[in-house]
């Protein structure tokens, strides 16, 4: 992309939202996404994440525009490590075993400013004990969150953050948004608590697990709360729904993972692009119909469709590599981490350099584009 001519957002855009999904190690492809957005001076002032793209967001909203890419990156290298004292040779065998390693080493080791092993651990524990419900402890989260996330600055409304959690006793989900109340550490831990590895976390008398559980694709939130603002949407998802026949049973764990864990997007965004469709036919048809023959509420129904948004969304999708297996989103060694990295970069570069996609489309009513489905 030319660096002396930046991608320029539509006169018609009032916003810019990222939507960040869960998927654990696999979230620095969203820093890559965020570095690419921020050096081509895109700034979201709407945030909503699920999981680690919870973790991601606090990190971009609790942050001075300045601060926001160099604490990402620092947080990354923070709870990533190289545990393997030699170097593995090329290919897709060895770079398998070496993630494999590394993926083994978290789960027996835990991970650096993220979370260790509970010891007894849960099948060992008494019921009801601090240990029993988990087999981590996330203490080292809470206080690398509280390192690099201002949560008065997170709070003071210059961003708006929604994060998605499951109300435990219930079943239900929430969304705990900063511009309905005032977001703590605690409210980051409840979206980033994926059982039975990390611990329920208390908020109030409640008790929430990772939103991850209903669904890991905040992006029906933000749709269901756009109200009439023309919007540029990045919706940045680590699980594809679409993915190859499983070969073998290692297969089978990976595509469960992704069917399970991509939520649908593209369905969501379907649904909405039909719902807008319907809204903009019953506008038309009353915006053809003589007033006199309109009763209040459907004047008042009139007015209100005429101020539907305009949004253009652009899906980036992490697509997983030959030596990738089911243990990717637990895998924080440092190679992948940079790798993961890299890739959210340069497909944000990719979409970013398609000019036209930056614009609201020509009535109300949304568009989407996918650099990879072109």
């Not at 835990?110 to 979370?115: A, E, H, T």
């Not at 092993?117 to 981590?136: I, K």
Request: hydrophobic share 40%; net charge negative; charged share 20%.
């Amino acid at each position: 992309m030319d660096a002396q001519a930046p991608p320029r957002l539509g006169t018609r855009c009032n916003h810019v939202a990222l939507v960040l999904q869960g998927g654990g190690a696999l979230g620095a492809y969203q820093g890559g996404v965020f570095q690419a957005m921020d050096e081509a001076g895109i700034a979201p002032d709407w945030l909503c994440g699920v999981s680690i793209g919870a973790i991601n967001s606090a990190i971009i909203a609790g942050n001075a525009p300045g601060d926001r890419l160099p604490k990402l990156r620092a947080f990354w290298e923070e709870v990533t490590t190289d545990r393997l004292p030699w170097s593995m040779p090329d290919g897709d065998l060895p770079r398998q075993w070496a993630n494999e390693a590394a993926a083994f080493g978290a789960m027996v080791l835990g991970q650096p400013g993220f979370f260790t092993p509970n010891v007894p651990g849960p099948l060992l524990s008494l019921p009801g004990s601090r240990q029993a419900t988990a087999f981590y402890d996330t203490a080292p989260l809470r206080r690398t969150l509280l390192k690099f996330v201002d949560f008065d600055r997170l709070n003071n409304g210059e961003v708006r953050l929604a994060v998605g959690a499951v109300n435990v006793a219930n079943g239900n989900f929430a969304y705990f948004d900063n511009s309905l109340m005032t977001l703590t550490v605690d409210h980051i831990m409840a979206s980033g608590a994926l059982p039975p590895g990390f611990p329920m976390v208390q908020i109030g008398t409640d008790y929430f697990w990772d939103g991850a559980l209903i669904s890991n694709t905040p992006l029906a939130h933000l749709l269901l709360n756009i109200d009439h603002c023309n919007s540029l949407v990045f919706q940045v998802d680590l699980f594809s729904a679409r993915g190859p026949i499983p070969r073998d049973i290692q297969d089978v764990g990976l595509r469960l993972k992704e069917i399970g864990y991509s939520s649908r997007t593209r369905l969501v965004t379907d649904y909405f692009k039909r719902e807008f469709a319907l809204k903009n036919q019953l506008r038309k048809l009353l915006d053809r119909m003589p007033d006199e023959l309109l009763t209040e509420e459907d004047r008042a129904e009139r007015l209100r469709l005429r101020e539907l948004p305009q949004l253009s969304i652009l899906e980036l999708i992490y697509e997983h590599t030959a030596y990738e297996g089911e243990s990717r989103d637990y895998e924080f060694s440092r190679r992948s981490m940079t790798d993961h990295w890299a890739r959210g970069y340069h497909q944000t570069q990719a979409t970013l350099a398609r000019r036209d996609w930056l614009e609201m489309p020509g009535e109300a009513g949304i568009v989407s584009h996918d650099i990879d489905r072109l």
